[in-house]
């Protein structure tokens, strides 16, 4: 049987930070999913299917990585692709309680469903998306923290070209 992650997230952009935390799955995991959340409650920079191009175009080399969109309950997503746990990427314990909170939900949900914490790469600790977008705005240069392809994507939906 594969064994099969769904690494689900806004990914508004997706950073350095969040392709280490799929690239080290990939080493537990037969095939990764990266799912991004389309999610009109949350206000986000770049469409649902924005978010998927990024992904696309930046996942591109890695075997195994398949980039999807859902909404609605995650374990449902995660019982219809036959996916086996969540991955979920911590930088601080900030985040450890919100995502602790929503893993032991997801539990309640669905007892099969596993969450895996990943301790984010020590140098990508202090990078968020909010972060490379507020940099862009002001002009700066965020090539250390996304992809090329995300820097111009980026520009163009802040019309800083």
Same mark, same amino acid.
């Given at each position: 049987? *594969?064994?099969?992650?769904?690494?689900?997230? =806004?990914?508004?952009? !997706?950073? &350095?930070g969040h392709l280490d935390i799929v690239k080290r799955s990939l080493e537990?995991?037969?095939? $990764?999913?990266?799912? !991004?959340?389309? %999610? +009109?409650?949350?206000? =986000?920079?770049? +469409?649902?299917?924005?978010? &998927?191009?990024?992904?696309? *175009?930046v996942t591109s080399v890695l075997p195994n990585v398949q980039v999807d969109?859902?909404?609605?309950?995650? $374990?449902? &997503?995660? *019982?219809? *692709?036959?996916?086996?746990?969540?991955? /979920?990427?911590?930088?601080?314990? =900030?985040?450890?309680?919100?995502?602790?909170?929503?893993?032991?939900? %997801?539990?309640?949900? #669905?007892?099969?469903?596993? +969450?895996?914490?990943?301790? +984010? %790469?020590e140098k990508y600790l202090y990078l968020s998306s909010s972060m490379v977008?507020?940099? !862009?705005?002001?002009?700066? #240069?965020?090539?250390?923290?996304?992809?090329? &392809? !995300?820097? /111009?994507?980026?520009?163009?939906?802040? #019309?800083?070209?």
């Amino acid at each position: 049987m *594969k064994r099969i992650a769904v690494y689900p997230g =806004s990914f508004d952009p !997706v950073t &350095y930070g969040h392709l280490d935390i799929v690239k080290r799955s990939l080493e537990l995991f037969d095939q $990764v999913i990266i799912a !991004v959340l389309s %999610n +009109t409650m949350k206000k =986000s920079l770049f +469409t649902a299917d924005e978010r &998927y191009d990024m992904l696309m *175009k930046v996942t591109s080399v890695l075997p195994n990585v398949q980039v999807d969109i859902f909404s609605g309950l995650l $374990v449902d &997503y995660i *019982k219809n *692709k036959s996916a086996i746990a969540i991955i /979920k990427g911590l930088r601080a314990i =900030s985040d450890f309680e919100h995502e602790f909170q929503m893993a032991l939900m %997801n539990k309640k949900l #669905n007892p099969k469903i596993e +969450t895996l914490f990943m301790m +984010t %790469n020590e140098k990508y600790l202090y990078l968020s998306s909010s972060m490379v977008k507020e940099i !862009v705005e002001l002009k700066g #240069n965020v090539l250390d923290f996304v992809p090329s &392809y !995300v820097s /111009k994507k980026l520009k163009e939906k802040l #019309n800083l070209n």
